[in-house]
């Protein structure tokens, strides 16, 4: 862009104050040809600004909501409901009698020969929490903290402890999945883990830092 | 408002589906016109602006809360409108544009406006994707080079030139159309 461009790019993006403003003008009055691009790109703008601003067909929200696809969380509450949703059962008493001698039966039966594999599945399910260490080097950083969808991307939640050596660290337990996160440097600005196992973009130029968490 | 728009978005994340539609309502006009200006046909802009909506409920848990919402929704309608243009790929040369476009107004004759927002809307279809991206944004949307550059992850200088590159060639398109008066 050269110089007399760039000026009067300045001028439309309103980049220059209203002395500077005085003194570029009567630079540009004095020569006929800058005057006229200048007078001519403001009259493009003008008429583009102008442009009518377009709505959206009435049917617009109600077709957007029939196109949506249940989120994971809204299945799982599906499920839940089936299960723990209020019912109104017929009953009479033999019938209940006889399905509560059969339940304690049969759970009794069940309880004898399962007791050890029980206790061994509890032990297995508390170990299946395994601590991660994130590391993230950010000397002049006044605090890190650490957003993924283990925390709904919470930028104040996980908040990292800083090292002498200007390392912020945070061990959380997580289950064996496949993360994505990214550090926040003060509340504001997101980095990327360097030393991530891999990335992954959102689709919408965003690339996420990735952990595997895996017992193995 | 946008913390708001934030308790909305983590209420749709866990399972209240139906509180998108108050997103939906609230910025539909902006996605629409968006599209419709990077495309300049009312019926694709509907189905793109449709898509850009239902993209970022499918990407709900990826929302980062640091920004607003409209921002997001900005850059996924653009994306979505370059990804079709991309696979458009129809360069039609200017010569074939509108067999109205490039006729100049009889001087005595009354252009109607409609007439001339037809011709600033062909105009701007044929500026190239990334002035189109930053003329739509700017002057259009209104925004400025600091939301320009969250949307289209581009630095403001650059944006900068883009914007007035698009500028030039508007102003050229549209003095060959007769919109122009000298």
Redesign the interface.
Known sequence: ?NKN?DI??KL??GEFSHEEEKTVLKHIESDPLLN?ELN??K???R???N???????HS??S???R?????T??K??GILNFFFRERVLRWNLAAAMAVMLSVAVLGGMFFYIQKKDILISSITNREQMITIRFEFYSPDAKSVSL?G?FN????DEAIMKKQDNGIWTMEIPLKPKIY?Y?F?IDG?V?AEDPKADSYHD?????K?SVVRVSTS | MQQEEHSLI?Q???????I??VL??RH??M???VA??MLGD?DL??DL??ES???A??????????SKFST?LY??AI?KCKDYLKGKRQHVPIDEISETAFTKANPEEDISKKQ??DK??TA?NMLPEDYREA?VLK??E?LN?REMEVIL?LSANAL??K??RG??M??RL??EMG??D?
């Open positions: 862009m461009t009067i790019r439309i993006d006229d001519l790109l009259k493009t703008v008429i583009v600004e442009c009518e601003r377009k709505s959206a067909p617009f929200t077709e957007v909501m196109g949506l696809k249940p989120h969380e809204a799982r509450q957003a969808d709904k991307w919470s930028i994505n990214m926040v504001k997101w959102d689709g919408f130029g965003n996420n | 983590k749709c994340v866990e399972g209240n589906a139906d998108y539609a939906v309502e539909k006009d996605v629409y016109n419709y200006r009312a802009a509907q602006a449709q909506f239902i993209s409920y499918n990407n709900l848990k990826n929302f980062r809360y640091d997001w850059r996924i994306n001339i927002m600033v809307q701007i003329i002057h259009i209104g080079y992850n900068k030139v914007t007035h500028r030039e508007l102003r549209l003095k919109v122009l000298e």
